[in-house]
């Protein structure tokens, strides 16, 4: 048996984070398969970051899927890393640009600016 930290949808691993959102636990494997263990409730201020971004990727996969690009700038101007730097006039510039050069990439989008 091995155990390694992988990564695996949270099934009530993580109990103070989203269900089915992506977690990395401590995984045993053996040749019947991948037992992910149980780590219970995150440190509170933990739990707090990681949820804000699990919230941010679930925006993010909606503006996708619904093809909504004001909501891809409400999920880029949220995320903690890109606030610190960035101006929301900034951010909204940024999300332009790359809006503009993938719009072969992006069919799903109804328009490309912000």
Do not use: W
Not at 52 to 69: K, R
Not at 82 to 93: D, Y
């Amino acid at each position: 048996m091995v155990k390694f930290n992988g990564n695996v949808p949270n099934t009530q691993l993580i109990t103070n984070l989203p269900q089915g959102a992506c977690a990395e636990v401590p995984v045993l494997v053996d040749k019947a398969g991948f037992y992910p263990i149980h780590v219970g409730a995150l440190p509170p201020q933990c739990a707090l970051l990681t949820n804000l971004n699990s919230s941010i990727e679930e925006l993010a996969i909606t503006a996708s899927l619904s093809g909504d690009p004001t909501m891809v700038y409400h999920a880029i101007a949220h995320d903690p890393l890109t606030a610190a730097v960035l101006s929301l006039a900034e951010i909204k510039q940024l999300v332009n640009e790359m809006f503009a050069q993938n719009q072969a990439h992006l069919p799903q989008l109804k328009r490309f600016e912000v």
